[in-house]
């Protein structure tokens, strides 16, 4: 086979590959959006679940989503930004940041359903908060955390080493010259982070199974020691667990989960060009 | 007019962890009211030697420091010695212009600002940089427009008057020039000439010819080494050293 | 003065300890996993743990059956993950043009982002149905279809990173194949993969980690029958993998007792497996990076 032959054939497999890869994400999402969109309804997304889930609307779930996707970010933002601004900006390549470079390696790698164990060990026996709100909050930021560290830690090293060195020979100190210059500049790389982690972790379900999710609770948690249902969850309960469920609202549950996640993902990607694009370096 | 010493270089000696540009035992006065210019081919350790009299270097791991630094008759490495105030009195210009991604009016108030300069003073600091840099004029009316929006030349310019704003003693400008027109030089000159009324200039120029320009005082750094230094006059008219004599004719560097 | 620096130095304690929270959280995760498995290693033998048969209620505790179910179910992934997504890296990074790049990226960014309990679903609702038509298997809850979609699972993370190894080989490799008359593809196949190869085997490895790891697909796509596969063939009937069984199981178990202490068993040789195979691809990319601080000083 002529060498111009073979470049051809093998451009051609690898567009082929890559277009079966389109097709597979495509057919995916359409069908979730085709047949998830019938059971769309106001009533279906403010509703309580009744006649065994069969019926009404799933707003527990949604509402559960989001409560835990705010006690992920309220675990996970501070301290993997700050983590992030220590290895970046204070600390000096030693066996110490080595060993935190593992550990963070080592967390990011760690099956979810793991720290599903992790999280009824620690915090729903051992320190009792019970299956609660609290407990599965600490569990997905954990699991969180490696996502935020190292978006955040890029973001800051991202940022031109010469604005550091300006600041500081105008009598700033280090960290008047991180929270004045560096982080402004670092924002909207770490925002981008830090809801990609959050996207990652509101559609978790091992994690949260024996943390937090509750089977069926029709009314909305009342403090951070109660269960919730959850979207991911919820749309696993139903898909498996029980028998004659409803396909419409099956797939509608698979809709709305997708659309609160890929809007996240729909949101870090807007202001990573919104940044882009007013960036002054 | 007698010289006065404003910064003095004791048998000074530097090396990097990484093991790049160093000094060795480099001894010197830098006068006050003088345009002393330290010169001679790259990695000869003129920047590194800059970098030592404000501090900048802690931002870098320096393996190793001997000798000593005075401003003022005072050790700037003594451990009890307050690093943002020395920043403070010596204030340094880089070679590639860096305006803070903020207005120009943020870069003018930035240092002040940290200082605890409040209120109208800022402008008042921000406008008399702006003259002493020669670009008053040029930026009067757009004070509030993003920073990066400047032309090359006057960014410089724009960084020497936030220098200034600090109401520096010693200014430090490391290759202030070398990206810089003919046209732009020659404003970032003849400010430099007028500044030395009042302040201990330090400079790094970015050739032999501006070297000769500029000079009033004149040290020639080889590899590190300090091989002469005197009046700018003398040095590059009769150097007493063949290496300097070989540098300045063009015959290496 | 005084009180600025005690704020700079309660600051930098303050990060430094959220730094340190990282190896904490490590340690605790290790220290829990070992705390609740060890009366698991007591109650049951090695032996046992290592047998053929998982029946916990007649108190048979063989993980064999799930090792191997979770081994069927990657290498059934990876064989098909690794050259789609390598040669969808290539198509991005080398050959596609700009357009596509712009369509497809994106793209990936959105597989990278579906829930695992949507990609199972789909799957049970749409994948097995049609495996189970095409192979004539009774059921379509099968190995085969957990591989497709852990396959699919692990592509958003081959891609991204094979392709930031396929960017990174400095532009004179190619100028430099070109100009010696080689087409586009031998350069490809030639030069830049070879310079790239490190990166993309941390790729492989980072990608077959997540393989491991993933739960809830599997779990709802494999049938959950504890047998061991043993031809080829078995790839069409149902597995149980380790993932799948401690989540389908722990929400049943009484709390301390054998049954519960052995899926956290299972849970610590997850650790340790994603751990090692973490280490490993760590290693490739400090070592690749040793080298071309080498090269480039």
Known sequence: MSRQASQRVAFALISLAAALVIVAILFIAGTIAVQGMGALSWEFLTGVPGDGMKAGGIMPAIIGTLLLTLGTAVTAVPLGVGAAIYLSEYSQDSGFTRAIRIAIINLAGIPSVVYGLFGLGLFVLFMRFGTSILAGSLTLGIMTLPVIISTAEEALRAVPQSFRVVSTSLGATRWQTIRQVVLPQALPGILTGVILGLERAAGETAPILFTVAAFFLPRLPSSIFDQTMALPYHLFVISTQVPGMPIRIQYGTALVLLCFVLSMNVAATLVRSRFRRRRQW | MSLEAKVQIKSLSIRYSDGTESLRDVSLDLYARQINVLFGPAGGGKSTLLRAINRLNDLVEVAERRGEILLDGKDIYAPDLDVVALRRRVGMVFARPVPLPMTIRQNLHYGPQLAGVRGTRLDELAEKGLRQAAIWDEVKDRLDEPASSLSGGQQQRLCLARTLTLEPEVILLDEPTSGLDPISTAKVESSLQQLKEAYTIVIVPHSVQQAARVADQAAFFLQGELIEYGPGAKLFTRPSDQRTEDYITGRFG | ?297
Do not use: C
């Open chain 3, 1 to 297: 003065m005084k009180k600025s620096s005690w704020w700079e130095f309660g600051i930098e304690r303050a990060v430094q300890l959220a730094g340190v929270s990282a190896i904490v959280f490590v340690i605790l995760i290790l220290l829990f996993l070992i705390r609740e498995s060890v009366p698991g290693f007591a109650d049951v033998s090695p032996g046992e743990l290592l047998g053929e048969r998982w029946y916990p209620t007649e108190g048979r505790y063989g993980l064999l059956p799930l090792i191997a179910g979770s081994l069927l179910v990657v290498l059934g992934a990876a064989v098909m993950a690794l050259p789609l997504g390598l040669a969808t890296a290539i198509f991005v990074a080398e050959v596609s043009p700009r357009w596509a790049r712009e369509v497809l990226k994106p793209l990936i960014e959105v597989l990278a982002g579906i829930p695992s309990v949507v990609l199972g679903f789909i799957g049970m609702l749409v994948l097995a149905p049609s495996v189970r038509i095409l192979t004539g298997a009774p059921t379509g809850l099968t190995a085969f279809t957990g591989s497709l979609l852990l396959a699919l699972m692990a592509l958003p993370t081959i891609v991204s990173v094979a392709e930031d190894a396929i960017d990174a080989v400095p532009k004179s490799y190619r100028d430099g194949a070109l100009a010696l008359g080689a087409t586009r593809w031998q350069t490809t196949w030639r030069v830049v993969l070879p310079a790239a190869r490190s990166g993309i085997l941390t790729a492989m490895m980072l990608g077959i980690g997540r393989a491991i790891g993933e739960t809830m697909t599997v779990m709802m796509v494999t049938g959950n029958a504890a047998r061991i596969p043993k031809r080829i063939g078995d790839l069409f009937y149902p597995v149980r993998t380790m993932t799948a069984t401690i989540a389908a199981e722990m929400g049943e178990v009484a709390q301390a007792s054998t049954h519960y202490h052995v899926l956290f068993v299972i849970g610590i040789s997850l650790f340790l497996i994603s751990f090692l195979i973490n280490l490993a691809a760590a290693i490739v990319v400090f070592r690749q990076a040793r080298r071309s601080e080498r090269v480039l000083s």
